[in-house]
């Protein structure tokens, strides 16, 4: 019994000896990991393995080399990052980003509202940070710099960045409100489709299947022949496709891309027609026209956009040889609930021998930029309601009247951004009321270019093809 004794404790001196050293050698291998973390300055590098310090003051700027996407307006970094949240500490994070040099957040953001919500929530959990730049755009494809900074110090704050490119850089990709609370994807990802007459146009938009559907040749309407469009729809025509006599109709519908397409002669309302809250809608690189042979009121509007509809981008499209262009809400009193709504943006777009309304809004709030404005005969820019309009770096030329906030009797409107326009060979403009400051939510300056080079810019790339 004593020689058990004597055994059982040798053994358990051995056991106690064996785990003491196990301890401090794990001890020793955390401290070199802590301390070569500590030494870090890297944030993201080409290296896959590559890791951020996660001490107070550290900068730079991400690498976007590795980033995916996590569904929605989430992007996931590759790197793996520590001192993130977790489940007991779920605000220790002191990771902060910078899209052009302003700040994104909220940090700290569940991952749902990241994919489902975006606008710069980000997150950064465990060691992986999950992020969405500010208009929900890709970040990988939308020409922007991200920078970081660790902590709350002002002293390593990255500077904002100059984002206007030279005044020839050309960036047709979406911009503007299509993108803000939502996407505009049209029939991507779904079934596609080829048609060569007004039939087969109207099967294709008419069902409920995600679909792009490609216009061959000329499909020629009555005039008065309207096409109902369903969501989720993108309508592109190939080379020399024309639309003529027909009436695009988007009701109560989203998620609409209507693009390369000339539309000529239109009688029933407008060419494209979105209304009754229909919204998400990109409307690019089309041609409006007619004839000019009937009188002021026989030919309907180029694009009219009212009854509460959102979320409207129209871009690189020319309008011209008709009388009345764009509208903007059709009327004012018993469309009160128009407030609130109409968010468009209209940008690198030409207009030229047009009587008016390029465009004329109600209520709404309506950017346009890089515009060009050519021998109006009428008003160019109708802004009426308390609708606002802001201008960047429009082109005016030879116009009568290239801004108004008096229109007939009707309340007056807002302007924002005048002066950042060119107005050659033009007429005065009628500006009644305060002029605004306002500027749209979403980051437009990259797509942005000088007033003065304008027409060469327009004229040349805008248009279908």
Not at 176 to 198: D, H
Not at 237 to 257: D, H, M, P, Q
Not at 302 to 319: G, M, Q
Request: charged share 20%.
């Amino acid at each position: 019994m004593q020689r058990m004794t004597k055994l059982f404790k040798k053994v358990s001196l051995i056991g106690l000896m064996l785990t003491t050293i196990i301890f401090f050698s794990n001890c020793k291998k955390s401290v070199k990991a802590d301390d070569k973390l500590a030494n870090s300055t890297e944030l993201f590098s080409s290296d896959s393995t590559s890791i951020i310090a996660a001490t107070s003051g550290s900068t730079g700027k991400l690498s976007l080399t590795g980033v995916k996407s996590e569904g929605g307006y989430a992007y996931k970094i590759s790197e793996s990052i520590p001192g993130g949240d977790n489940s007991t500490s779920k605000e220790q994070s002191i990771l902060r980003l910078f899209e052009n040099g302003v700040e994104l957040g909220p940090a700290h953001s569940v991952h749902d509202d990241i994919r489902n919500l975006g606008k710069g929530r980000f997150s950064h959990w465990g060691t992986t940070v999950i992020f969405s730049a500010s208009d929900n755009t890709d970040p990988r494809t939308n020409g922007r710099s991200y920078t970081y900074v660790m902590g709350t110090t002002s002293a390593v704050l990255p500077p904002a960045e100059t984002v206007t490119p030279p005044a020839n850089t050309i960036n047709s990709a979406l911009v503007g409100y299509a993108l803000v609370n939502g996407k505009t994807t049209g029939g991507q990802g779904g079934v596609e489709t080829t048609v060569t007459t007004l039939d087969q146009l109207k099967a294709a938009v008419g069902d409920n299947v995600t679909r792009t559907i490609y216009v061959s040749g000329t499909i020629k309407g009555a005039g008065k022949d309207i096409v109902y469009v369903k969501s989720n729809k993108s309508i592109i025509g190939k080379s020399g496709a024309v639309i003529e006599g027909v009436n695009l109709f988007i009701y109560t519908v989203s998620n609409i891309i209507v693009q390369n397409i000339t539309f000529k002669n239109y009688v029933e309302q407008a060419a494209v027609q979105i209304k009754e809250a229909a919204h998400h809608v990109w409307v690019d690189h089309c041609d409006f026209s007619t004839d000019r042979t009937h009188g002021w009121e026989y030919w309907g509007k180029d694009i009219c956009i009212t009854r509460e509809s959102d979320y409207v981008t129209v871009s690189w499209s020319k309008f011209h040889d008709t009388n009345l262009s764009v509208l903007i809400s059709g009327g004012i009193v018993g469309h009160e609930a128009d407030k609130g709504k109409l968010h468009v943006t209209m940008h690198h777009n030409m207009w030229y021998n047009v009587t008016e309304r390029e465009p004329s809004m109600n209520y709404g709030s309506v950017h346009m930029f890089n515009n060009y404005h050519l021998n109006n005969s009428g008003y160019s820019i109708g802004t009426r309601a308390g609708g606002i309009v802001r201008t960047d770096n429009e082109y005016f030329s030879n116009c009568v009247k290239p801004l108004t906030t008096k229109v007939a009797s009707d309340p007056e409107g807002y302007f924002s951004g005048i002066t950042t326009n060119i107005y050659d060979k033009c007429g005065a403009n009628n500006i009644t009321t305060a002029v605004s400051t306002w500027v749209p939510e979403y980051e437009y300056k990259s797509f942005l270019n000088d007033a003065a080079s304008v027409p060469a810019i327009v004229t040349a790339n805008a248009g279908a093809k």
